[in-house]
């Protein structure tokens, strides 16, 4: 049994007061189980200082570069010199509006990886893929280029799966659902070593809320959640929190 993680993507959201709340709330009644919050660049620093360590705090992308000319890019360097320790990879909004491909997303967690950041590798269908029934094959080949450059590094990464037509829809992939697709990728991590498969924790994420998490993360190889909308609220963040322990 993995301990459960509960990861915030704040996405293009915040302020610094709202920073203060979440991040308060969060101190004044720390979850059991293990947090990590994923505020956008500017408020990284502030929540690093509100976290006083009893919370991750990560960002929410990172350059695949280590340094140079690459005017609006932040390195996995910086991100580590603030006190950052964790970093999103691959969300189905950078795959979609910044049109990173599986091989930019392999490099970037590589990348995060050698600054001493924990990679989020998220990775889901779209709703026409699934009712094409190929949801099996995308996922497959969305794991494969990280799989194939990291070899038993990649035992470093954690996994979300983010349906990509529950993403911010209040469409929940089923316990079921979601319960079977991470099955499928703790038997693709399996199938390379079994050592593997054991020790990468697999997040949920798409449109998690109090209501839905217990059964979520009651499912056997689903270890936490990757929240968005709902972890703007404190108190929905929390339940969420306390559903998974
Ligand atoms: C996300 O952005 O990773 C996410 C899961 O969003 P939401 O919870 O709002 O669907």
């Known amino acids: 049994m993995h301990r459960k993680l509960v990861a915030a993507n704040w996405k293009m959201h915040g302020s610094n007061a709202l920073t203060a709340t979440l991040l308060g709330a969060l101190d004044a009644q720390p979850p059991a189980c293990e947090v990590a919050v994923f505020p956008p660049f500017p408020y990284l620093a502030r929540a690093v200082h509100l976290a006083r ?24 360097a910086m991100l580590y010199e603030i006190g950052a320790r964790w970093v999103l990879v ?3 909004e950078r795959r979609q509006y910044h049109h990173e491909n599986d091989a930019l997303i392999a ?4 990348r995060a990886m050698e600054c001493g950041l924990t990679p989020v590798l998220c990775v889901g269908e779209t709703l026409d893929e699934r009712e094409r029934g190929i949801t099996e094959s995308v996922i497959a080949t969305q794991m494969q280029a990280p799989l194939h450059l990291l070899g038993e590094r990649f035992a470093g990464v954690v996994m979300a799966y983010e349906p990509v037509w529950a993403i911010g829809t209040g469409r929940t992939a089923s316990a079921a659902q979601a319960q079977a697709v991470h099955a499928f990728m703790r038997s693709q991590l399996a199938a390379r070593d079994a050592k593997l498969s054991r020790l990468i924790r697999l997040l949920y994420g798409g449109s998690v809320k109090a209501a839905n998490a217990p059964e979520l993360f009651a499912q056997p190889d689903i270890d936490g959640g990757l929240v968005g909308g709902a972890s703007l609220l404190a108190e929905e963040f929390l339940a969420i929190c306390a559903a998974a322990h």
Do not use: M, P, R
């Open 53 to 76: 360590g009893a919370v991750g705090i990560g960002a929410q992308d990172l350059s695949a570069h280590a340094q140079g000319a690459y005017t609006g890019e932040v390195s996995g």
């Open 107 to 110: 490099a970037k967690l590589q």
């Open 90 to 92: 691959g969300h189905s």
